[in-house]
Every structure is written in C-alpha cells, then in structure tokens.
C-alpha cells in the first residue's frame, strides 16, 4: 500500500469509527511543509466528508494553499471543492 493509500484508508477508519476528535487532532499535527503535494492533497480529499467535524482542516487547507503557490505548483481549479 503506497502513502496515499494510506491517508485514505486511516481517514476513512477514523471516520467510520466517529473519531472526529482523534482526526481533527491529528491533522492540526501534521508539518504541511513537509509533505508532498500528493499527500497534502490526499489529507483535503479523504477528509472532506467530515470537514465540519474537523476545525483544524481549515488552517490545513490554508497551509495547502500557502505550501502549493510558494513550491509553483498551484493551478487553476486544484483546490475546488476540497475547502471549507
């Protein structure tokens, strides 16, 4: 199973499991600077069923947006309906 795989599956356990909590905790954890774009990308997807229940996902999602303009990397449309 690759890093991607991963974020999807442990997202989505969490998830099903009601551990919003746990979630919300462990992103507001992650070092956004040094993840990949896929990864970054990866957390914003898999989560985004529970963004309500994850208040730490917004300054996740700014991170994204600052990490993605500063690395060159941000297009057009790459964020749509991954915000809160």
Same mark, same amino acid.
């Given at each position: +199973?690759? #890093? ?6 442990? &997202?989505?356990?969490?998830? @099903?499991?009601? @551990? ?8 507001? &954890?992650?070092? /956004?600077?040094? +993840? ?6 990866? *957390?914003?997807?898999?989560?985004? /069923? ?6 730490? @996902?917004?300054?996740?999602? #700014?991170? *994204?947006? @600052?990490?993605?303009? &500063?690395?060159?990397? +941000?297009? /057009? ?6 915000? #809160?």
């Amino acid at each position: +199973m690759n #890093q991607l795989d991963e974020i999807y599956s442990w &997202a989505d356990d969490l998830m @099903r499991a009601g @551990r919003f909590q746990y979630l919300d905790a462990a992103i507001s &954890a992650f070092h /956004p600077d040094d +993840m990949t774009t896929d990864n970054l990308l990866g *957390v914003l997807t898999a989560t985004l /069923p529970a963004k309500s229940k994850l208040p730490a @996902r917004k300054a996740f999602y #700014q991170a *994204v947006e @600052r990490i993605l303009t &500063a690395r060159g990397e +941000m297009e /057009p449309g790459l964020l749509n309906g991954l915000e #809160q």
